[in-house]
C-alpha cells in the first residue's frame, strides 16, 4: 500500500525535498525552515501533523477510501510564513497537483469520499436515511465536544474541566456500548462517524500511566464513565486499513510531557521535533 511506503520518517534537507517532492515519500519539516514546498504534480498532498485530532481525521478517511497523498508534517511552533498567510498556520491543508490550496478537516475528507467514490469503505452509508442519521449523531456528538478542547487547554491542571468532562466521557460510553462491539454507528466497518471522534477518544487511551496527563483519567474515573472506550479504540487502530495512520503514541507521550513543562498562560504547540524518533517504532 502507497501509504505505508510513505513512512520515511527522516527530516530533509533541501536538496533532499526538491527530490522527494514529486513522491509519495512522507516529508517532515524542520522548524525555522519550511518555505513552501513545490506544488507535487503527481499527487495530492496533505500538510499536516500527526498528532493534531483534525489532521486525524482526514488521514482516517483517505486511508479508508484509498486515497493516495503525500505526507507532509509541519511544525506548529515554527510555524511556516505562507502556512500562516494561508490560514493562519491551522491543519490539516490540502494542496493538489494543479497547486490548489484547501483548508478545513470536514472539506478537506470530502474531498476523498467525492475522488474515491465506490473505493474502500463506504464512510458514508449507501442508504440515504442511514447516512442522514449517521450526519445527525455527528452533529449530536459535536455538541459533547467543549470539555474535552476545556481539557486539552488547561492541560489537564483544571479540576473543575475535568469534572466537566464526565458527561462527555459517558455519553460517547454509551454511544459505543450501544454498538455492541461493532463500530460506532453499528457497522461493521467505520464510518465518518468513528473517524470524526475517534482521534479525540483516543487521547484518553494514551493518558494511561506513565502518561503525565493519568491524572484527568483518575479525577474523572475513566475506567466507570469511559470503560468502553479504549476496547473501542483498540478496535479502530487495528483496523489493517487504520493502524499504518493513526497518532503516533511513543510522539503523544513526548508531546503532553511537553505540554505540562511549558510557560504557563501560553498554549504550547506541535512540534516535529520528536517525531522522526518516535516513527521508528510505530505505534
Known sequence: MQ??????????????LLRHSQTLDQIISEPNSQDKLEVNKNHLRLYEHNLC??????????????????????DLSEKAQWHVD?????????ETPAGDLIKESAVIAQVGIEMNAGKGVDVIPKDPIQAAKMRLQI???????????????SRGEDPEKVKNLIPTLQKFNELIKKADGKFMFGTDEPTLLDCWFTPFLETFTDW????????????SEYDVNGSEIDAYVN??????KLKPVYMNTAAAAKHWERTRGWEKGVKCQLTVSYLAEAFKSHP
Open 3 to 16: 501509504q505505508l511506503a510513505a513512512m520515511s520518517c527522516t527530516v530533509m534537507s533541501l536538496r533532499k
Open 86 to 94: 494561508f490560514n493562519g498556520g491551522s491543519t490539516p491543508v490540502l
Open 235 to 240: 478496535r479502530m487502530r487495528s483496523h489493517p
Open 53 to 74: 485530532p483534525f489532521c486525524t481525521r482526514v488521514r482516517y478517511v483517505y486511508a479508508l477510501k484509498e486515497v493516495e497523498y503525500q505526507n507532509v508534517q509541519m
Open 208 to 219: 494511561r500511566a506513565p502518561n503525565v496527563m493519568n491524572n484527568v483519567l483518575v479525577e
Open 139 to 153: 452533529e449530536e456528538c459535536n455538541t459533547w465536544m467543549m470539555p474535552i478542547y476545556q481539557v486539552y487547554g
